[in-house]
């Protein structure tokens, strides 16, 4: 079974547009951590927002936000007021005990801004 | 600059032959990661290796090996190219994980 999912392959969003982009996951580990990586054309990967199982309160990185929805096992990137430079693919990760400290990645969501 | 340094930034090399990639990991991390990307395709984690040790090993092929020296840079070699091995290759740096990886701006190898 899939540890992360990533169910949007692709989306496209108006400039100035919320978007979030979904991300399920899959543990059974009480104890376990949620990272989203931003991918641009340019090709480095970039860490933009981390969530903790047994943080209380979402994790907010300016205009990057996770809505984490623990019983659900949804961690979802939200991105305020969408701007061009936010086109990029969006990866969601997962760290957790059982694999060694792995992170394990879902297939990614390329997210297109439209002008 | 994220502090994990890649060399080359760019590959260019005929089927059949071998290349070294390097990475030096962020300042203080003692884990090294090794990931291959092909074209629009998700991460595929290869190898990991901690303080000099080899940790974990994911989907390499016999063709490629790694090692970590003691200076804790990391170089992953490949041999015997194939058309099929082209892809970005990332290094990550952690000093264990937890709070995620550190990644490097990835060699871009193109097998012709």
């Known amino acids: 079974a899939q540890k992360i999912t990533q169910t949007q392959p692709g989306m496209f969003v108006q400039e100035k547009e919320a978007v979030t982009l979904d991300c399920t996951y899959d543990?059974?580990?009480?104890?376990?951590?949620l990272f989203w990586y931003k991918q641009p054309s340019s090709g480095e990967m970039i860490f933009l927002i981390y969530?903790?199982?047994?943080d209380q309160q979402n994790a907010t990185e300016g205009r990057y936000s996770l809505n984490f929805q623990k019983a659900r096992k949804s961690a979802n990137l939200v991105i305020s007021a969408s701007q061009l430079g936010d086109s990029a693919m969006y990866f969601c990760?997962?760290?957790?005990?059982?694999?060694?400290?792995?992170?394990?990645w879902g297939a990614g969501t390329k997210l297109i801004i439209k002008p | 600059d994220s502090g994990v340094t890649q060399t080359p930034k760019h590959l260019i090399t005929a089927t059949g032959q071998r290349v070294t990639l390097r990475c030096s990991p962020r300042?203080?991390?003692?884990?090294v990661y090794w990931y291959q990307q092909s074209l629009d395709q998700g991460l595929q984690f290869l190898i990991q290796?901690?303080?000099?040790?080899?940790?974990a090993k994911g989907n390499i092929l016999e063709r490629f090996s790694a090692q970590q020296f003691p200076d804790l840079h990391s170089e992953l070699n490949l041999s015997s190219l194939e058309l099929g091995d082209s892809a970005l290759y990332f290094c990550?740096?952690?000093?264990?994980?937890?709070?995620?990886?550190?990644f490097g701006s990835g060699t871009r190898l193109t097998v012709v």
């Open positions: 990550a740096s952690s000093l264990d994980a937890y709070y995620g990886y550190t």
């Open positions: 300042s203080g991390d003692l884990s």
């Open positions: 290796y901690y303080n000099g040790e080899e940790r």
């Open positions: 543990t059974s580990d009480p104890s376990y951590g």
């Open positions: 969530q903790g199982s047994y």
């Open positions: 990760a997962m760290r957790e005990p059982d694999s060694n400290y792995q992170l394990i």
